[in-house]
């Protein structure tokens, strides 16, 4: 029987794509439940990279309303808030 919580990993962003698209690679290693992108209101390609996660929210502008809605269609166990330019050390 596996015990493991399942983890939802929501991105809060705002105009990341120099560095989403790296973010979004580096945390399938981990294999997370899901990758939400909550974005808000992204001008440049944000949004596009952004199709690499398992799902794509488009709210307003502000970070905790961003992360509350991410929390908001999160199904994992456990939710776990990153900004696009953080990354998780191996074996995180």
Do not use: K, W, Y
């Not at 908001?72 to 074996?91: K, M, N, Q, S």
């Amino acid at each position: 029987m596996n015990d493991a919580m399942s983890v939802s990993i929501i991105l809060p962003t705002l105009n990341e794509e120099s560095c989403l698209g790296e973010a979004l690679c580096l945390l399938r290693v981990h294999r997370p439940h899901e990758i939400i992108v909550a974005d808000g209101g992204s001008t440049d390609a944000t949004c596009a990279i952004a199709v690499a996660a398992d799902r794509l929210l488009q709210g307003v502008r502000g970070r905790a309303a961003q992360m509350n809605l991410g929390a908001a269609h999160a199904t994992g166990d456990v939710l776990l808030f990153l900004h696009a330019d953080c990354r998780l050390e191996p074996g995180a």
